[in-house]
């Protein structure tokens, strides 16, 4: 199985691929998609939707997995990145990949096996899980790759739950 995991934003989107199962995952790529600061805000959509699109259509995941967003203070930027989330979502729609979102909480404790777990303590295990010789940078591309292992750790059942169609819901 192939997983394409998604940090969203506007300025950087984080990505990672992975492959293989719930016991067994093997880094493929990662990286971001990075978008000019001062450029408008639909020029810099259109570019993370060109760009996801070509990931997916380079990589052919079975499934997107997504972090949901959670902001508490700045509503601007969480306008700005619940817009570039939605364009993210409408690629992976258009090209027929299922799409899974998760809660960072959820992905804290699929990693780490504890919630809360401080940024640090995530990336490093993202690096020990997937045999890394290094912490994946940028940090935005290292939560994509634990978005990826999160949903490769719950994807047997949730796999079989969408035969046939793409889903958006919550582990």
């Known amino acids: 199985m192939t997983i394409l995991g998604i940090d969203p934003g506007y300025a950087t989107v984080g990505f990672g691929i992975i492959q293989g199962d719930r ?6 790529t990662y990286g971001a998609i ?33 972090e949901q967003l959670f902001f508490n203070t700045n509503t601007t930027t969480a306008m700005a990145v619940a817009q570039a989330r939605g364009v ?3 690629a992976a729609e258009t090209l027929g990949v ?4 998760y809660t960072p909480l959820q992905v804290k404790n699929a ?22 010789d290094h912490i994946p940078k940028p940090d935005d591309a290292a939560d ?8 490769m750790r719950s ?4 796999m079989s739950q969408i035969k046939g169609g793409s889903s958006c819901s919550t582990t």
């Open 34 to 66: 990075r978008t000019p600061a001062g450029e408008p805000i639909a020029a810099r959509l259109k570019q993370i939707y060109d760009d996801a699109t070509l990931l997916i259509g380079q990589f052919a995941p079975e499934a997107m997995a997504i």
């Open 23 to 28: 016991v067994r995952q093997k880094l493929v």
């Open 111 to 132: 990693i780490t096996g504890y919630g809360r777990a401080e940024k640090k303590q995530m990336m490093e295990m993202v690096r020990r899980l997937l045999s890394m």
């Open 144 to 151: 994509a790759l634990a978005v990826s292992l999160c949903h």
């Open 98 to 101: 299922p799409i899974f979102e």
């Open 155 to 158: 994807a047997t059942n949730r």
């Open 88 to 90: 993210l979502l409408l």
